[in-house]
Nanobody
Framework: QVQLVESGGGLVQAGGSLRLSCTNS????????KAWFRQAPGKERELVAG????????YYVDSSKGRFTISRDNTKNMVYLQMNNLKPEDTANYYC????????????????????WGKGTLVTVSS
């Protein structure tokens, strides 16, 4: 059983930063692409950023470009999302995801490409 566990969420003021972490416990899903999604109240879950298995390629949606950075440390089975210059509209539950996707990371915009989900960590940005 692959288990993804997120941490690092919390309350931050607009303009602040947070670093989310995701650990892959249980059965390790090797050579998988990883991604961060988010879901705000009343809205659909959306892709924030993706990274391939080696970390050599990343993908960001427009709302996260220039502010968020996704990275991974395969020696520790960890994935990170550094979020800077946070805005109130970034408030959401953030989910770690794993996929055996082979191909453009932009395909992760289709949540159907995800095989495993974490339970999420809440990020609240106050104005």
């Amino acid at each position: 059983q692959v288990q993804l566990v997120e941490s690092g969420g919390g309350l931050v003021q607009a303009g602040g930063s947070l670093r989310l972490s995701c650990t892959n416990s249980g059965r390790t899903f090797r050579n998988s692409a990883k991604a961060w999604f988010r879901q705000a109240p009343g809205k659909e879950r959306e892709l924030v950023a993706g990274i391939n298995w080696s970390g050599s390629s990343t993908y960001y949606v427009d709302s996260s470009k220039g502010r968020f950075t996704i990275s991974r440390d395969n020696t520790k089975n960890m994935v990170y999302l550094q979020m800077n210059n946070l805005k109130p509209e970034d408030t959401a539950n953030y989910y770690c995801a794993a996929s055996s996707l082979i191909g453009p990371l932009s395909r992760l915009s289709n949540a159907g490409e995800v095989e495993y989900w974490g339970k999420g960590t809440l990020v609240t940005v106050s104005s």
